[in-house]
């Protein structure tokens, strides 16, 4: 009895971004399959952690095998599977609250110009997504991107009326994301406490939105860009620069953190 729920805890927990990071410009992850297969064999639990929607990532999630537990829309939802059923958790006021709220700001809100305004065909020209690939996109649960036309001070002025509400907008790739007051790191503190709790967490990732992440793991996997700059974090300890961009990167650098951690004194 006691050898069953000791081994339930698995011996350590990884979560990983998705773009630039375990999927290269082409969303493969096959360089990355030898390594994924190591943590599968060690009973080591990968939690996907993206800016992307649940819908964008069914798929993918099937292509990885099982159902990987998910960080979606930057922290502002968690998804793990709970007896074979998917679980989910969103916070904030959700994305029907969330169009509410920007209704309801009134001018000060104007310059912003979300998805849900945008369209599916121009959100599709803007991302070069196809029809189904922009459906999954538009597919928002918790948070919603889109076009800021204002200068400096409309965003400041956004950004101090959203406040209030709960809410922040932050700058993703080309778009800003109107989302509740979450980050990926606090989808990594809830699903490390209820996957893996007491045990080591790695985090991997190549942005800006995965830096807290980054910085507040156990061990750190920096993913470099392909012209091979890549991101600055203040943390020098148990800190990875993996030897090439995306999934080849990846399949290098798990298994040397994976053995570091296995070598952690008790
Ligand atoms: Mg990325």
């Not at 939802?77 to 958790?89: F, K, S, T, Y």
């Not at 709220?101 to 020209?125: K, N, Y």
């Not at 597919?139 to 409309?154: M, N, V, Y």
Request: proline content about 9%.
């Amino acid at each position: 009895m006691t050898e069953t729920l000791a081994s339930a805890v698995p011996p350590l927990i990884v979560f990983s971004d998705l773009d630039g990071t375990l999927l290269d410009e082409q969303y493969d992850f096959s360089p990355a399959k030898p390594a994924l297969r190591l943590l599968e064999d060690r009973g080591i639990p990968l939690v996907l952690a993206t800016s992307k929607t649940r819908a964008e990532l069914a798929t993918l999630r099937a292509a990885l095998g099982g159902a990987p537990s998910l960080i979606f829309e930057n922290g502002a939802g968690l998804a793990l599977p709970r007896n074979g059923e998917p679980a989910v958790q969103i916070f904030g006021p959700g994305y029907a609250g969330i169009l509410e709220r920007l209704a309801a700001l009134g001018s000060v809100a104007a310059p912003f110009e979300g998805f849900a305004a945008l369209g599916a065909e121009r959100v599709a020209a803007l991302t070069g997504l196809d029809g189904p690939a922009t459906a999954q996109a538009m597919a928002r649960e918790a948070s919603e991107p889109g076009l800021f036309h204002g200068d400096a001070t409309a965003l400041e002025a956004f950004r101090a009326a959203l406040a209030p509400e709960g809410l922040r907008a932050v700058h993703g790739g080309r778009f800003l994301h109107v989302m509740p007051q979450r980050d990926k790191v606090d989808g990594m503190r809830t699903l490390a406490e209820r996957l893996a709790p007491g045990r080591p967490t790695v985090a991997l990732g190549d942005g800006e939105n995965d830096r807290a992440m980054l910085e507040a793991a156990d061990f750190a996997v920096v993913l470099p860009r392909p012209d091979g700059t890549h991101l600055a974090l203040e943390r020098t300890e148990r800190l990875t620069l993996a030897p090439a961009p995306g999934p080849k990167g990846w399949a290098q650098a798990v298994p040397a953190v994976v053995q570091a951690c296995f070598s952690l004194p008790n």
